[in-house]
């Protein structure tokens, strides 16, 4: 059984870039959360993608999207880059909508000068 | 509002013995769960424990355990035989279902096991 996968490991972007980040979510699973977990933090739920949409959202700007892709794998992109998106994010994936278990990738961490 | 606090930002214990994390929450909500996740310094968040509020039980995975007061909103963590493996930060989560089943993460704990 494949865990949650996620790339790039490190990222380092300038103020005003955008960035993709993608996740490979646990066989058999098809619903994926975005989180962001600045230094020394708890992860922050950012969204959650069931099915292909949008399913739940945190207290994120819409410059933060998603997508999620019939294989159920997931991207996060981030336009307009600023310092305090400088963290890592993970990501999560779940067996079924609603389940509470949630097991997470390795993240990604981006750094943004 | 649900919220996840977690009072102690640092711990540590010699190994072998036995240690306790403390979580408390705040929930409206009757029928929920409650996890620790253990981040080490790989990054990669793993569930350590998960306990369901409707059984009066406390859960149980090998070296770990839990002391769950469902009246006093309380989920601390115990480990016993503490290794040198178990160091790293802790996160007590509670999943929230009316947006989307995100977790709420408490501060964390970071723990070191000293040899």
């Known amino acids: 059984e494949t865990g949650v996968t996620q790339s790039p490991t490190h990222l380092i972007k300038t103020r005003g870039q955008q960035v993709t980040l993608r996740c490979s979510s646990q066989?058999?699973?098809?619903?994926v959360s975005w989180y962001q977990q600045a230094l020394g933090q708890g992860p922050q739920f950012i969204f959650q993608y069931y099915r292909e949409e949008e399913n739940g959202r945190g207290n994120f700007p819409p410059r933060f999207s998603g997508l999620q892709f019939p294989n159920y794998s997931s991207e996060l992109n981030v336009n307009a880059l600023e310092l305090d998106d400088s963290a890592l994010y993970l990501c999560a994936s779940s067996l079924q909508r609603g389940l509470p278990e949630q097991y997470f990738g390795p993240g990604t961490r981006l750094t943004v000068t | 509002a649900q919220t996840v606090t977690q009072s102690q930002p640092e711990m540590s214990v010699q190994e072998a013995e036995t240690v306790t994390l403390s979580c408390t929450y705040d929930?409206?909500?009757?029928?929920?769960?409650l996890f620790w996740y253990k981040q080490p310094p790989s990054r990669q968040m793993i569930l350590v424990i998960r306990q369901e509020a409707y059984k009066q039980q406390n859960a149980t995975e090998n070296r770990f355990s839990v002391n769950f007061q469902k009246a006093a909103k309380s989920f601390s963590l115990k480990i016993s035989d503490s290794q040198l493996g178990d160091t790293a930060m802790y996160f007590c989560a509670f999943p929230y279902y009316n947006q989307g089943g995100k977790l709420i993460f408490g501060q964390g704990t970071e723990l070191s096991v000293k040899p």
């Open positions: 929930t409206s909500e009757s029928n929920y769960y």
């Open positions: 066989s058999g699973h098809n619903t």
